[in-house]
């Protein structure tokens, strides 16, 4: 016998006229530990909400990541894995294109990919959907790819990808509430 499944009061429909465009529009990245000690962050039935003015007034130290947002790389995926056993899996993962391999990058990189950190990351995507990423355990730089180019058509560029492991899908927020990231 199977787990029941309530379907009361779901919905999934095509969504005919809204926007669909791929790509990332705003991506800030916070300290897990800050976010907990200082945020005033918290999610019901799957949407987040900041009950203060704004993570940053709370004291948080928030990071924005500047990129290029047409670059046809930088993306977020959520993939969740449910298997037979009852067992499941959800793995988050963003990734980004900056141009140039200068040195307040690669210092900036190197801080990011501080082994044992645990960084929350809100995302906007050029859909205008608005997530927190890692909320529940954290995400890690998985790799920073530098690359000088080989012609003059190639890029000089980093690429920092960010994964983790959570038990949910990423928390969404309205764009109001994103607002307050910054704040």
Same mark, same amino acid.
């Given at each position: 016998?199977? !787990?029941?499944?309530?379907?009361? $009061?779901? #919905?999934?429909?095509?969504? !005919? %006229?809204?926007?669909? @465009?791929?790509?990332?529009? *705003?991506?800030?990245?916070? =300290? ?7 945020? @005033?962050?918290?999610? /019901? ?5 900041? @009950?203060? /003015? ?5 004291? !948080?130290?928030?990071?924005?990541? $500047? ?16 298997? #037979? =056993?009852?067992?499941? #899996? ?12 200068? #040195? ?6 190197? /801080? ?5 950190? *645990? ?8 859909? %205008?959907? !608005? ?10 730089? %998985? ?9 003059? /058509?190639?890029?000089?560029? &980093? ?11 990423? &928390?969404?927020?309205?764009?109001? *509430? ?6």
């Amino acid at each position: 016998m199977g !787990c029941p499944v309530n379907f009361t $009061g779901l #919905a999934v429909s095509y969504a !005919c %006229g809204t926007v669909s @465009s791929g790509g990332l529009k *705003e991506v800030y990245l916070v =300290d897990k530990t800050d976010l907990e000690t200082n945020g @005033s962050l918290s999610v /019901t039935a799957g949407v987040a909400s900041i @009950s203060g /003015t704004g993570l940053v007034t709370d004291g !948080c130290d928030v990071l924005e990541l $500047g990129f290029n947002n047409k670059d046809a790389f930088s993306n977020f995926t959520d993939v969740k894995t449910v298997n #037979a =056993d009852g067992s499941a #899996a959800v793995v988050p993962t963003i990734a980004m294109e900056f141009l140039r391999m200068d #040195a307040a990058k690669r210092n900036a990189f190197e /801080t990011i990919a501080t082994p044992g950190a *645990e960084i929350v990351a809100f995302v906007k995507t050029a859909a %205008g959907t !608005c997530h927190v990423v890692g909320l529940d355990f954290g995400l890690y730089a %998985g790799t920073i790819d530098g690359a000088s180019g080989a012609a003059r /058509t190639d890029k000089n560029r &980093y690429q920092l990808t960010l994964i983790g492991e959570e038990n949910v899908l990423a &928390y969404t927020m309205t764009e109001a *509430e994103f607002a307050k990231v910054i704040l």
